[in-house]
């Protein structure tokens, strides 16, 4: 088999996406996939449908049409701002995007009548990340334009936290999103079919005792797909931290010296370990760098220590024992590693179906 290899198991992620949907269904929450770390592997998202996900999210439109190629028929969300130079594809293959530009609003507006169809359009409000939103000030007014279209219809309003700044989707942050719901009931009735809490920082929130308000949606990748919540990087219980498995293979074994000599410049990426010590060990190398993954954002196994990366070679310290060439080296990823090693033309994905195997 070609290596390095992306293993895909099929089952946990299922398993991760049917629990999800199960304890924030008990919450009042619907859950909206987004696998837009792995694109082009539908495998994934045909799960998240088949395990009771609301719908799908996915952040370039491309991948929206290629979900739609591959037959997939679930409501589709963009959950990127639509390019201008994109609006007819988006109102083909989206049913609905998450924006924040009233001009992009009027194209999608102008596109959808051409096609004859209405698209949805969830308004986003800015709560402090300082990435995509509208302010809260601006939402009435706002809304009331998007009502005029005659292309779209106001299919709700969401947020996102966390991604840029860190700020946390606490409580108070969601009952503000709350507050600008029942403020907009009051202005123009009850228009809200989504209130779209945001992503899978919100899980803590969510998964806690408070009242969740308004909120009725949320939008997960990296807690279906690795089980995690990103704000603490904390993995979550019961979820399969352990869906996807990145091996690569030895191509060079010897017992070298700890330090480098000679006159030490720059290197070519940054060295990730700054290795102390005098003496030999046993260094290997593996066939796997930053045009594969994101080396840093690789878990070896037990006894292997990763102390640096090139484009295409990735330098670990095995201790005592030599590894033997030709042998397989199995990684756990986190997101980063994941979405780079999914998007790489040199890594072969495999599709596994087994079993889930039961969590605790
Ligand atoms: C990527 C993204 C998500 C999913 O985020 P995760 O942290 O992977 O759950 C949700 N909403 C928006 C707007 C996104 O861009």
Known sequence: MTAPRLW??????????????????ARGLSVTGVAKATPGVH???EAMVRAGVHGLGESRIDSVSSLRRAGVEAKITLVRSP??????????????????????IRGLSAAAEVAGRIHGIIVMVELGDLREGIMPADLVPFVQ?????????????GTNLACRSGVAPDAGKMAELSGLADRLDEVFGPILTVVSGGNSANLEWALGQGQTGRINDLRLGESILLGRDPLGNQPIHGLHTDGFTLTAEVIESKIKPRQPWGTIGRSAFDTMASVGGGGNTAQSILAIGHQDTDPAGLRPPAGIQILGASSDHLVVDTGARL?????????????????RAAISPFVA??????DPVSVD
């Open 145 to 157: 334009e998007v009502l005029r279209l005659p292309g779209v219809k106001v299919h709700g309003i």
């Open 323 to 339: 590894l033997e060439l030709g042998s397989e080296i199995p990684f756990q990823v986190n997101y980063s590693a994941l979405l």
């Open 349 to 354: 994905k495999v599709i596994e179906h087994q």
């Open 43 to 45: 495998a994934i998202s």
């Open 83 to 104: 390019m201008l130079s994109t609006l007819d594809q988006v109102v083909a293959h989206a049913d609905v995007s998450l924006n924040t530009e009233l001009e992009i």
């Open 8 to 25: 895909v198991n099929v089952s946990k992620i299922a398993h991760n996406a049917r629990s999800l949907v199960d304890r924030l269904g």
